[in-house]
């Protein structure tokens, strides 16, 4: 006599945000596996970021007029979705029926909207992932999707740097900025870095031609000026740029949208903003860079997937020279 059984239902541990605040409210819960459908793939995570954006959606810290926008898009009085976490790395542990570019065991790394905090995640196929360069770890890529791409995507296409060109980067030891400097150096720019002292060594080893504190930055004349750090407008530049200088900013803010109203009835340098979109495509632009050594990871800190609140509370600090992981599995 053969006795049934119930279908084995697989777990794993995720970290959740059941409420807004400090990174005390993460709590580690299990959760069922998902699965891949038609065109997805299941990721085995092994290491996940933890960034400045991450503690911003874990506290609702929306700054200024972004505050009601914030909580529409993720959660009026609660987060909407409570496994947080957008960016990763790992191992393609089964693939949906139609998925034709990845293969299980594939090293991968990606961009999701959120569940990264997991084990395990389900991403699209055509999604923001893409194969991880040989050479490199889980941890070593994990956090430079969205600030290598925003990097890529706001000098080479919008700034449309030329060589020769002066680039000065605001923030170069932030998220965005350390990738900007190297893709800045790629693209044949003379570089100056704005960043605080803390930052130095990283700078200097990303081969920057100049360090200069930020408040001695306006006295500069730039070709390009990338701000990632909000603290700048096009008025503090403007008189300092050539007339085909560009200003460029990743904040948005009232002052900006009115920059930019005012653009098409101004002579002389432009400001500009945009979206550095995280998809198959850009990932495949950084990936490649990584290969010809043209984008070095630079690493702040890691910590073990049990030490999220821990790694939650150093980002908070913000004395970070470089980014910040989490190691969720140790296997190769």
Same mark, same amino acid.
């Given at each position: ?14 970290v959740?945000? !059941? ?19 038609? %065109? ?7 290491a ?9 959606v874990r506290?609702?810290?929306? $700054? %200024? ?13 609660? !987060? ?7 960016m ?5 542990a ?6 034709e570019?990845? +293969?299980?065991g ?26 991880? !360069?040989?050479?490199?770890s ?10 290598a ?11 449309? +740097?030329?060589? %020769?060109?002066?680039?000065v980067? +605001? ?15 790629h ?16 700078? /200097?080893?990303l081969?920057? #031609? ?11 004349? $730039? ?12 008025a503090?530049w /403007?008189?300092?740029? !050539? ?6 900013t990743?904040?948005?803010?009232l ?20 979206i ?7 990932l ?10 043209a ?10 997937f049990?030490?999220m ?6 980002v908070?600090?913000?004395d970070?020279?470089g #980014?910040?992981?989490?190691?969720? /599995?140790?296997?190769?």
């Amino acid at each position: 006599m053969s006795a049934c059984s119930e279908p084995l239902e697989f777990v794993m541990r995720a970290v959740i945000t !059941p409420k807004y605040g400090s990174p005390d409210v993460l709590q580690f819960v299990e959760r069922s596996e998902p699965e891949p459908a038609q %065109g997805e793939l299941l990721i085995d995570v092994h290491a996940v970021a933890v960034t400045r954006g991450d503690d911003r959606v874990r506290s609702a810290d929306f $700054p %200024g007029f972004t505050a009601l926008i914030g909580r529409a898009i993720f959660g009026f009085l609660r !987060p909407r979705k409570q496994v947080q976490g957008t960016m990763f790395a790992g191992r393609v542990a089964a693939v949906g029926p139609g998925v034709e570019r990845f +293969v299980p065991g594939d090293r991968v790394f990606g961009e999701v909207a959120n569940g990264a905090f997991a084990e395990r995640l389900v991403i699209g196929e055509d999604a923001g992932v893409t194969h991880l !360069p040989e050479g490199l770890s889980y941890s070593d890529v994990a956090a430079l999707p969205y600030g290598a791409v925003t990097a890529w995507v706001f000098l080479n296409d919008i700034a449309a +740097v030329q060589p %020769g060109e002066h680039v000065v980067v +605001v923030g170069a030891g932030g998220g965005v900025g350390r990738y900007a400097v190297q893709i800045a150096k790629h693209l044949g720019a003379r570089v100056t870095a704005v960043a605080g002292a803390r930052n130095d060594a990283l700078l /200097r080893r990303l081969d920057v #031609d100049a360090i200069v504190r930020p408040e001695h930055a306006t006295a500069i004349r $730039p070709d390009v000026v990338l701000d990632t750090s909000g603290r700048h407008t096009f008025a503090d530049w /403007r008189d300092r740029l !050539p007339q085909t200088g560009r200003f460029l900013t990743v904040d948005f803010s009232l002052r900006l949208l009115l920059d930019l109203m005012l653009a098409p009835f101004r002579r002389g340098p432009k400001v500009h903003t945009g979206i550095g979109n995280v998809t198959a495509e850009t990932l495949r632009i950084i990936a490649d860079l990584l290969r010809s050594g043209a984008l070095t990871p630079a690493v702040a800190r890691s910590f073990k997937f049990e030490d999220m609140v821990a790694a939650h509370r150093y980002v908070r600090t913000g004395d970070k020279p470089g #980014d910040v992981v989490c190691v969720t /599995r140790t296997a190769a």
